[in-house]
């Protein structure tokens, strides 16, 4: 914003993050996995290069006031004894002038900022200018659609790193918010609306993120996780995604088994798994689970147990979970979390 | 209009003489606004702490990750009730206590424009407060946040009964809201004594107007989407249900339209307390007297030109998005204003450092941190890593307790001697702010940390790993210093109170403004005179250059026997007609007619008698002169 250089701009970022330490216990772990302060693409780097500048403006204008209150509060007390009366001022025009002026120049110059940087964040790229991906907010998990892949799936979202992406936000239920810190801040998702937000990764890694609009009893177990991967690993992902291998061989009885269960007990009815003819439109789609990091929404580690304790009781693992306790007696249950962590 | 100015016609007519009655009975036929001043505070305290409690629980629960002290449905509730419950039950009600009690004592009247309505203010208020906590026993409280955004709050989403709880509670308590805005403006323009006019008014007045003003523009939005949700869940309509082509963003901007305003109106009247404390103890006038009236003006004004700023992330573009982050930052410029008028007036001032003056400068602090966090988020790009997050959380409970509630204590101590005739301890005073102000910034101030780090707010429980244990740890520890420190001045509040006799001083800390002229606690009539206002700072105005009493303005009641004072009489249809409204409001939530019936049936009853009456008000005798000092 006010702040220009490069390296300025990196010195007033760690200035703000150790004064923030400073005040408390410092010498403790400071975990920034999903902290805004610690930026891993373009808007995040703007809104922290604007949040560290407006907050060292805000702390000169803190130092001025601070320092008026306390010399005020030290020099002018009552002292004892005392029998004159102070001087009866009403006011001074020319200094509530002043007073009133300077911090109008101080804003004025915060709001060409805003301005600014609100149509940079706020334009809209096209298809040619930046990979296209639908989200949809369920309670309590994500959909993202990539269009020109004919891509579906859940949850984990693939980006390839230093593309922009263009994010295309709507709700199948309530409002949910799209929320990455370390990518960018967030956009809300509502029903009947079509909201929009880019990202762009600057360096590969996983990133945090969960739903930022109170959306029910799942809210807090909402979790996003961005895979920013190099363009070559991407194409990979977006490979196996497009050529699943879902159906397992006869061979290997147990995941055999649990394909057939996974029919039988109905999880089909609200399931896709691509490369089978398991096209339930409801919850999550499953296809290529195997490479998922983890499942209910981020929440668990992507394992055979978490999967078995998963399908065995939805709402124990995640309250308020949408996904029915089907009571499935625990040989199918292994069965189906076994065929699961097949999918290619 | 007030009663009392009504001329005696018939001889059976004759007012009644005032006699003494039963506490229980004085309080639900009281029309004094000194009384119904008390019964708001205390109410409004025992919200205070029934959300305190809420508050605490939460802190609990977030003490580390993955906890399940509660589970995710009883949070929920827990937080939904704890903002219900500060807003609308404490902190506003606690501003409406002081409005009562203060605002005709300081214009020299005998009581408001409008004591009947007073009246059916506060028991609306109440009613509303006790339906929502029942909703506790009957199904469960509202668990959509405050703001009960749709469609999370829709039937869809929500069938129990806790939005509905939401929707009628809000609406009753909403509904005596209004009613005492309208009450507050008539009194402030129709009842100044003779001399004080609208320039000359004490700055917790003037905050009390526009704190009016807003409310009366701001509160009917509310009301309205309310209404709305309420015919969608009980009647079918389709206002805000997608699928029949409603909208959801309609209640999110009814609701901020009411939402930004509501953050004035709960801290206008404590800029007010502040204006009036701080001149007291440095011994000097306000600093810009008419900047500061102007200052409020513009903040009320420029209130409702922001609400955008609470939904950045909504997604309305650039353009509404940089509109509205200008405008919420101009409101930095009038509350500046405030804040250096302030310091100025302690500049070269003789500062005594009461436990009510700790309070204002704890106030002072807090409250400017509030407002830099303020500023900060009006930069719309930036709010949208703080929207949602732990940092507007921190943000707002900078200002509404560092503000609010600090500026609230600070009133409290100032006035407890005018509203109870004794002397609250100051040695337990500050202790008291002492352990609150650093338990709060203890508190709190992490929030600011745990937000930038990627909390979200309203989340049940978090993650370990992400730097958020540490933290919440803090704050959680915080809580338990401020717990300590409210616990004191519970102790000290009851301490005080259990003191033997009135002090008898009229005026213990050198006051300027009319409310120390009269006894502590005032007659129920406050004038035996009505005073005559020669100057701004009326009393201190006497002691500088009168003989230090005020002079005598009315002209003489020709009505009134001897020794007699004409008030408005106690009456029994406020209360009933409060009363009723509550009856029907359970009748709503569960769709029982005939209490509906029943209810409304109380309600128009009391409002047709209240019409016909004719009520020619009590005479009250005048006290035997307890001896009033000036000096203490």
Known sequence: MLVSSKRRRGLVKRGALSLLIAVGLSGCGFDTTQSALNPAGTVAQIQARMITSSFWIMMVVSVVVFSALIVAIIRFRAKPGQKTLPPQTEGNNRIEFLWTVTPAIILALMMIGTINQSFVLGKIYPASQALQVDVTGHQFWWQFQYPSANITTANELHIPVGEKVELILTSADVMHSFWVPRLGGKTDLIPGRTNYMWIEASQPGIYHGQCAEFCGTGHADMRITVDAEPPARYAVWVQSMTHPVSVPPKSSTLAYQGYLDFASAGCESCHTIGGTNFAGAVGPNLTDLSDRLMIAANLIPNTLANREAWIHDPQAVKPGALMPNLHLPSNEVTAIATYLGTLK | ?632
């Open chain 2, 1 to 632: 209009m007030a009663e009392h100015s009504q001329p005696l016609v018939h001889r059976y007519e004759v007012p009644s003489i005032s006699t003494q009655h039963g506490r229980l009975w004085s309080w639900l036929t009281s029309v004094d606004h000194k009384q119904l001043g008390r019964m708001y505070l205390v109410a409004s305290f025992i919200f205070f702490l029934l959300g305190g409690v809420e508050a605490f629980l939460i802190r609990i629960q977030l003490a580390v990750p993955n906890n399940h002290f509660l589970s995710a449905q009883l949070y929920n509730q827990v937080f939904t009730m704890h903002g219900i419950t500060m807003l609308f039950f404490a902190v506003m009600p606690l501003t409406s206590g002081f409005m009562n009690y203060m605002v005709p004592l300081m214009i020299g009247a005998r009581d408001v424009a409008f004591p009947r309505l007073n009246a059916l203010s506060f028991w609306l208020f109440l009613f509303g407060g006790i339906m929502l906590y029942s909703s506790w026993f009957l199904g469960g409280a509202p668990n959509a946040g405050w703001w009960n955004y749709v469609p999370i709050s829709g039937l869809q989403f929500n069938p129990g009964h806790g939005i509905d709880f939401y929707d009628i509670g809000l609406q009753i308590t909403g509904l005596g809201s209004i009613i005492g805005s309208i009450n507050f403006l008539v009194t402030i323009i129709n009842m100044r004594a003779p001399g004080m006019t609208m320039m000359r008014l004490p700055l917790f007045v003037w905050s009390t107007f526009v704190t009016s003003l807003l409310i009366l523009f701001a509160l009917p939005p509310l009301s309205v989407t309310m209404f709305l949700q309420t015919f969608d869940r009980l009647f079918g309509a389709q206002f805000f249900n997608v699928a029949a082509g409603g909208n959801p963003l309609l209640w999110t901007n009814l609701f901020w339209i009411f939402g930004h305003p509501e953050v004035y109106i709960l801290i206008l009247p404590v800029f007010g307390i502040v204006s009036e404390i701080l001149p007291t103890f440095a011994r000097k006038p306000i600093f810009g007297y008419t900047a500061m009236v102007m200052a409020t003006f513009v903040i009320g004004f420029l209130a409702f030109t922001v609400w955008v700023h609470h939904m950045f992330s909504l997604g309305y573009g650039p353009v509404v998005n940089s509109i509205f982050g200008i405008t919420s930052m101009l409101i930095a410029i009038p509350t500046g204003v405030k804040v250096f008028n302030w310091i100025a007036t302690l500049w070269n001032g003789q500062l005594r450092l009461t436990t009510a003056v700790l309070w204002v400068l704890g106030f002072l602090v807090c409250f400017t941190i509030g407002g830099m966090s303020g500023v900060m988020l009006a930069v719309s790009p930036a709010d949208l890593q703080y929207n949602n997050s732990y940092f507007v959380v921190a943000h707002f409970h900078y200002v509404l307790i560092g503000g609010s509630l600090f500026g609230l204590f600070a009133g409290l101590y100032y006035w407890f001697p005018k509203i109870t005739g004794k002397m609250m301890n100051e040695t337990l005073g500050k202790w008291n702010f002492w352990l609150m102000f650093i338990g709060f910034n203890v508190t709190f101030f992490p929030f600011h940390i745990l937000g930038l780090l990627g909390m979200p707010r309203r989340i049940y429980t978090y993650a370990p790993g992400l730097g958020l244990t540490f933290w919440n740890q803090v704050s959680t520890f915080g809580v338990f210093i401020l717990t300590a420190g409210l616990l004191v001045f519970i102790a000290n509040l009851f301490l005080s109170l259990s003191k033997q006799g009135a002090m008898g001083v009229a005026d213990p800390w050198d006051g300027r403004t009319l409310e120390w002229t009269i006894a502590s606690p005032p007659p129920e009539y406050n004038y035996e005179h009505i005073p005559l206002v020669r100057s701004r700072d009326a009393l201190w105005a006497e002691k500088m250059y009168g003989n230090g009493t005020m002079l005598n303005a009315e002209e003489l009641d020709h009505h009134a026997p001897q020794g007699m004072i004409h008030m408005p009489a106690r009456t029994m249809l406020p209360v009933l007609l409060a009363f009723g409204l509550f009856v029907a409001g359970y009748g709503f939530i569960f769709s029982i007619v005939w209490l509906d019936v029943v209810g409304l049936l109380i309600t128009f009853a009391s409002l047709l008698k209240s019409m016909f009456e004719v009520d020619r008000g009590s005479y009250i005798p005048v006290q035997t002169h307890p001896e009033v000092s000036i000096d203490g």
